[in-house]
């Protein structure tokens, strides 16, 4: 099994759609939670922690469920600036492990 | 505040060959790592640098892949002799505290031919 995996997308949506990606991780020592976003073929920059009370950014959504280990990312009204590949990163030990990727396409 | 720098940012080479890629981190930022992305898949720890001390390699494919960080700033990554599944972005990434944001140069993107 690996040690973080996401839905394997790509996920294609209408402007103003909400979406969602799902995130699971193996290591129940795991510390810290994050959502990055990578735009095509720029390197990836933080979106966002993840808490276990939830937390919220503007249109933007996450929730931490340590007994499931799992974590989700929740865009409403999507816009087109949007698009990009949302990566699910974990910490524990010392490294952030990264997950494949979910890659989201906002069509007009 | 300036970025991660890094060098070059694209590299074609054939089979067998050796390159070498340099990183500079944030000012500041004791710890530094490498990671490898290959196209569709999330990045890959390669290696971990604590000021000029490994921390985790266990990942670094060792017979062709070296790195170092001498001065606890500046870091190089070679790959010697270069193998085609070497095809990849190399991500030079740094953190001012090991759980905190981490920031990302811009990549270093190899082709083996």
């Known amino acids: 099994r690996k040690e973080v995996e996401q839905d394997p997308g790509p996920f294609n949506v209408p402007e103003g759609a909400t979406v969602a990606f799902n995130c699971t991780y193996s290591?129940?020592?795991?510390?810290?939670f994050f959502w990055y976003r990578q735009d095509c073929r720029k390197e990836p920059k933080l979106l966002m922690s993840v808490y276990s009370s939830g937390n919220e950014d503007g249109r933007f959504t996450a929730q931490l469920n340590r007994a499931s280990q799992y974590i989700s990312l929740l865009i409403r009204d999507s816009k087109l600036s949007d698009s990009a590949t949302y990566l699910c990163?974990?910490?524990?030990?010392?490294?952030?492990?990264f997950g494949p990727g979910t890659r989201l396409s906002v069509l007009p | 505040e300036a970025g991660v720098a890094q060098s070059p940012r694209y590299k074609i080479i054939e089979k067998r060959q050796s390159v070498a890629f340099w990183c500079n981190p944030i000012s500041g930022h004791a710890t530094l790592y490498w990671y490898q992305q290959i196209l569709g898949q999330g990045p890959k720890l390669l290696i971990q640098f604590q000021n000029n001390g490994v921390v985790d390699d266990s990942q670094l494919p060792k017979d062709r892949f070296s790195a170092e960080r001498l001065k606890g700033v500046d870091s190089t990554l070679k790959i010697q002799p270069a193998k085609l599944e070497d095809s990849a972005v190399y991500l030079c990434a740094s953190t001012r505290w090991a759980t905190g944001e981490l920031f990302f140069g811009e990549g270093s993107r190899l082709t083996v031919l």
């Open positions: 990163v974990v910490f524990y030990g010392q490294n952030f492990v």
């Open positions: 290591n129940s020592a795991s510390q810290s």
